[in-house]
């Protein structure tokens, strides 16, 4: 009787190892064949003369699916590591951004396009890396990033504040040249005066893109 039991579920290990062939062995599959064998365990002995047989059949189910879990977990590691150093590569293209400092729209505009290239590529890389290290390793590149982002935050912060700056500068040359208008002067020296204006406005850097042209063609009507 015992045999018999030993038997079928030697066929259930059997028919499961048949099963996943060509498939990926997950854990759910080992742990229904370590209920198999637990359950092989439990039955009473058999036969001698059956004993030794009904074992090694067991045995070779069981390593056909151990030896396959073994050999896709060597496989994982292998790809996590080869995915380590991929990301690692990139991080290390990316350390030299996290201090990058320039007064140039145009230079920050070319390495933002930069960054986001090696940010799409780490993206783009799928798949588990080692536990600790990936972990460490994202962290440092996520922080890279922040790094880059929020200086050139800081840059066009300060830049939108100057331009804000020069705004109130041209507005209060708007308000003068209006002002000799409103009095009805056109003296010499008023005239003289505005042609001053005129160079002065040409010193003031650039103001906010929404009132770059208004801010122009009501100065240049005040003064025409």
């Known amino acids: 009787k015992?045999?018999?039991?030993?038997?079928?579920?030697?066929?259930?290990?059997?028919?499961l190892a048949q099963r996943v062939e060509g498939q990926e062995i997950?854990?759910?599959?080992?742990?229904?064949?370590?209920?198999?064998?637990?359950?092989y365990k439990h039955i009473g002995p058999a036969p001698k003369a059956e004993q030794e047989v009904l074992w090694q059949r067991m045995k070779a189910a069981l390593d056909v699916l151990?030896?396959?879990?073994?050999?896709?977990?060597?496989?994982?590691?292998?790809?996590?590591?080869?995915?380590y150093e991929e990301k690692s590569k990139l991080y290390e293209q990316l350390v030299p951004y996290s201090t990058f400092t320039s007064g140039s729209i145009n230079d920050w505009n070319d390495k933002t396009k930069e960054v986001a290239?090696?940010?799409?590529?780490?993206?783009?890389?799928?798949?588990?890396?080692?536990?600790?290290?990936?972990?460490?390793?994202?962290?440092k590149f996520w922080a890279a990033l922040k790094g880059f982002f929020g200086a050139k935050g800081e840059f066009f912060r300060q830049l939108e504040g100057k331009r804000e700056q020069n705004l109130q500068q041209k507005i209060q040359l708007c308000e003068e040249v209006?002002?000799?208008?409103?009095?009805?002067?056109?003296?010499?020296e008023t005239t003289q005066r505005v042609i001053e204006l005129q160079k002065s406005w040409r010193t003031i850097g650039q103001v906010p893109e929404k009132q770059k042209n208004s801010i122009f063609e009501r100065f240049k009507t005040a003064c025409d």
């Open 2 to 15: 015992n045999a018999g039991l030993k038997a079928e579920v030697i066929e259930k290990v059997e028919d």
């Open 117 to 139: 290239a090696i940010q799409e590529q780490w993206n783009a890389l799928k798949g588990l890396m080692p536990r600790e290290e990936g972990k460490e390793l994202s962290k």
């Open 26 to 39: 997950t854990k759910k599959i080992i742990d229904e064949a370590n209920a198999l064998f637990e359950e």
């Open 66 to 83: 151990y030896d396959k879990r073994r050999g896709q977990n060597e496989e994982q590691r292998r790809d996590a590591a080869q995915l």
């Open 178 to 188: 209006e002002g000799y208008i409103a009095a009805g002067d056109t003296s010499a």
